[in-house]
DNA sequence: GCCAACGTTGGC
DNA sequence: GCCAACGTTGGC
């Protein structure tokens, strides 16, 4: 059982987009950045939580928690010509790219912001607030999203 | 294999 | 809109 972070923009896909999907489950497809489609290919089970991360938006910061609903399988968007995520070194006899399922497990009432969680001294190794982090996923360690849980009940 | 140029991310 | 950071590309 793992703990993941998972940023996505709101404008483009946000939690309430995947909370009015059909039983509010989403591929998390058109990641096109080789250290995280290891993770995704390798690292992310079924079963696995993430928190959903909303990105460039006022203000960034975690709005929810989903479930891993389906480990890494091929991302069939980069077969598609007409997809914004099209590559065609990826084929389906050598695919490239892959993706995961995401189930909505709950959004919480206020986000818990990148302020916020800069605040605490627990939370100063996470990935997400180091300088220069661009990778959409990284890992959640069990401390860290026990301590972050707690931040979103006091909101 | 090096590295400069370029594109993207994402907070501010 | 700006800009720092960093991944990717491609010439050599």
Sequence with gaps: ????????????????????????????DG???????????????????????????????????MKISRAGHVDTTAFEPKSPHFDARSTPG??????VDVTLVKRFGQPVTLTELRRHATLREMFILRRGNRLSITPVTTKQWQYILKLADDA
């Design 1 to 28: 059982m793992h703990y993941w972070l998972m940023k996505s923009e709101p404008a483009v896909f946000g939690i309430d987009d995947l909370a009015s999907r059909p039983r509010q489950t989403a591929s998390w």
């Design 31 to 65: 990641i096109r950045n080789y250290q995280v489609r290891n993770m995704l290919r390798d690292q992310m089970h079924k079963g696995d939580l993430a928190f959903f991360y909303h990105s460039s938006c006022a203000p960034p910061g975690i709005a929810g928690i």
């Design 94 to 99: 050598q695919p490239l790219w892959y993706m």
